[in-house]
């Protein structure tokens, strides 16, 4: 069973377009949600994060927003650079129980033209 | 920032054969953890570890499995025998603190099982 589902599966968007990228999860326990990013050939590594105490999360050009009723999230890249070009990784976890336990999404491969 | 290196990059080897993946994770980091990737897919859980023991694993961590980190050296993932579907990218990743989840990724290591 999926328990993170990310949408959608690739992307390509023209310099300086806004980006979305979608996820929704399925345990109403989860309570982290971090966004990870990974270049090709390159280590995942943590790019924004978000807790069910808040609604929205922003950071420079990335922003989260949080629909908890509908378990529901979106990175927001705004002025998209070529050098955003990666896959990202939505997860979600349960600090109160999994020791550092993250349950992945599959991933959106982003491309940026210039 | 904080690098965890995996050790080798690409491993070939037949079907039965014994594998050993090598991990060096960040330095005072004190929880280590294992991922899968099959190609295209999201990445999986696998185990993680804390002061030599084994804290939690997934279905996935099968009975040919098994993980040590003798003497704060590599953190290591042991496959005797490997399959044919043990053909994926291992990701390796540590943490300082379980509740932060902040997880610090390796690169991977592809394995190959032919």
């Known amino acids: 069973q999926q328990q993170v589902r990310q949408s959608p599966q690739s992307l390509t968007v023209w310099e300086g377009e806004t980006t979305i990228l979608n996820c929704s999860y399925e345990?109403?326990?989860?309570?982290?949600f971090p966004w990870y990013r990974q270049f090709p050939g390159k280590s995942p590594a943590l790019l924004i994060a978000i807790s069910l105490v808040s609604n929205k999360k922003e950071d420079g050009r990335f922003t989260i927003f949080f629909n908890k009723r509908e378990k529901k999230l979106s990175l927001h890249i705004t002025d998209s650079q070529p050098g955003d070009s990666a896959t990202y990784f939505c997860a979600a976890s349960n600090r109160g129980s999994a020791l550092g336990r993250l349950h992945f999404g599959a991933g959106t491969q982003l491309i940026v033209i210039p | 920032g904080p690098k965890v290196l995996q050790i080798p990059s690409h491993q070939i080897i037949d079907m039965g054969q014994m594998v050993t993946l090598n991990c060096d994770p960040v330095s005072n980091h004190l929880y280590f953890y294992w991922y899968k990737q099959i190609l295209g897919q999201q990445m999986e859980f696998l185990v993680n570890?804390?002061?030599?023991?084994?804290?939690?694993k997934s279905k996935l961590f099968k009975d040919q499995f098994s993980v040590e980190r003798p003497d704060g050296s590599y953190f290591t993932l042991k496959i005797q025998p490997t399959a044919l579907e043990d053909s994926a990218v291992y990701f390796c990743?540590?943490?300082?603190?379980?509740?932060?989840?902040?997880?610090?990724f390796g690169a991977g290591t592809r394995l190959s099982v032919l």
């Open positions: 990743a540590s943490s300082l603190d379980w509740g932060k989840n902040t997880l610090y």
């Open positions: 570890f804390y002061n030599g023991k084994v804290m939690e």
């Open positions: 345990d109403s326990t989860f309570d982290y």
